[in-house]
């Protein structure tokens, strides 16, 4: 729909997250979406930062039994090393490095400079995967490990011998994830990140950084449709660079509220809770309801959607067909799903492409991208997406070539073998050259911009002294991002929104465990309790993400608590530039109690919140 507009008001969740990788993708190996992943299964030593996959079961890397697999690795001898503030589930069944929010780029580029003093970098071997890799290895020429030290809160000693053993590992893999990609140097990272994996000799090598086998190929398949690039354009009002033919979700409402030519006055939002979930939740929900025209698919009444002009309700997962064509991208076992409704949806909803495609039909448009689509829309017949994915299934390296390949894939065979069919035990190696998109067959590593990022990372980053604490992001087990809190079951038991704080910080400021504070950012103010707990390093700061929820979900409104998003900045300079990725873990807060004056409201606060479930 949003080609057939020819929009440039294209938003996604990834802005918040993902577009650092998408950024990697298109510079390092020609293609936004030709990101590698980390071969868990067979590796020896894992090196993961800003990620809890025992809660979240990974992310831009799709792994089955994930907690089972990563035990499975000390258990055959190996390492794992879980680089987080917070001493999380999954730090707790492995080595856990404490580093201070924001400190990935930091401590990556130490790891570099180490691995690069120490001569363990076999430069032939890398000459013949990638360009660049002096470029790329100059980099940390000048990088001071003491100061390292300070900046990320790892000892020197602790950083010199990481490298070493992660240089010396007879495979490794360096995989990070979403406390790595919220942040203003975010993209620096990534690319660091497969730097480190490329020098190691890591790359396209078992138990090291692979390309996954999809079943259907998404990186032809957006090629085809010319969808996938990074800086062919700039936003209008803020000037960052368009990712895959997107825009960051952080600039969305100054291209609402800002006057000219292309200013945003019209939104469909399909499956996205973004007032609660983006940068500046206040600035967001202000600009949804400047809106002329707000129309969101969702199933319930949400914090963003209470402002929208028209609701529409979807079959919900297991009610319709449907494929993991996102995920399927990064399956660590190669498989094929594709699922049938397991359960029958009440007879108001449709799926989504459906609505969309019945709104696109009102007003004249094919909502496709791919010219046969436009073709045939124009003739009054409408394809459902699944048929042009069935078609790249078919027609692709494990497909049916529609009878020609006995025993190949199609929706048709997935769908009768009970939604499932594995193709293989591991991800191939030796596909180098075969998965990249450059021309010239090379991962290019000479990127101006990442200098560029790491002189910006070393003049910038002075702490506010009236924020000195790091806030970082905790994901739940029993949550999914904002929406799983309707759900009474899952809410149930001991279930609450706090800022978790170490013993030390809390000492100092005076503060008991449960009692009620205020916490502030220079963009915003939020009162939440304190516990007080060892598990989180001193001078960082977890809190939940998506509580203090509004609208007409009642359970959700009900369970009280704050947004983490309101103490979030969205300022065009704050964001991670490259990518437009927003500035989500490391911002400085400030913590003091609430003031003794202010207590009653506080509880007069807590007795409200039934009656604004009522109201909604
Ligand atoms: N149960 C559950 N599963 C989910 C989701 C969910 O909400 N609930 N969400 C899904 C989605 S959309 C995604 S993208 C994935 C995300 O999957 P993950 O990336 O694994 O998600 P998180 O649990 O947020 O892990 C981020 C970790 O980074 C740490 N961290 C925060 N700041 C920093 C920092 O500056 N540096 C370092 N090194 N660490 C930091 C946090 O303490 C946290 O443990 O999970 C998916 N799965
Ligand atoms: N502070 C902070 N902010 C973050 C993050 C963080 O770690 N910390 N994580 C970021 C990340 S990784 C992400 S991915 C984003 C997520 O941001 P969003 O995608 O905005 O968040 P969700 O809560 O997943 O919203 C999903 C919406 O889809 C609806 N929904 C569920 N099923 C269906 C369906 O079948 N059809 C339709 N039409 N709707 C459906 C749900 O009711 C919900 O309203 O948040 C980001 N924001
Ligand atoms: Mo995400």
Redesign the pocket.
Known sequence: MAAALKTKHFYT??S???NNYWVVGQLLYGHNLANPIPDFARTEFALILGTNPVVSHG?MATVGRIREVLLDIPGRGGRVVVVDPRRTETARLFEHLPIRPEGDARLVAGLLKVIVDAGLVDRARIARQASGVEFALGLVEDVDLDRVAVETGIPRATLERLGRDLAGAGSACVYGR?GAS?GRFATLTKYLIDVLNIVTGNLDRAGGWVFARPMVDLELMTKVLKANGYDRWRTRVDGIPEVIGTSPWATFPREVMTPGRGQLRAMVC?????A???PACNEMEAAFTALDLFVS????I?D??RHAHYILP????LE?EGFPIFTQSHNAVPHAQWTDAAVTAPPEVRD?WRTLDEICKRIGLVPSPAPGAQLMGRLGIRVPPYVGIDLFMRLGPDGDLFGLRRGGLSRKKLLRNDGAIKLGDAPPTGVLRKRLHTKDKLVHLHHQLFADELRRLNDGLADDPDHPLRLF?I?ETRS????LHNIPRLMSGKRSCRLRMHPGDAESRGLVDGEQIEVSSRWGTIEVPVEITDEVMPGAVGLN??WGHQGGWQVAVAAGGAR??DL?PNDAELLDAVSGN?W??GIGVQVVPVAAADRPAADQLADAVPAAAVRG
């Open positions: 969740a990834s918040v997250d993902i992310s979403c919220m399909v499956a996205t809770n973004a609660a979930t983006s698919l969702d199933p319930y949400t963003t959607n979807p079959t919900l997962l319709r989504d992001t994901r999914q991002n904002s929406w993400q998506h983490y998003n979030v927003a989500v873990n």
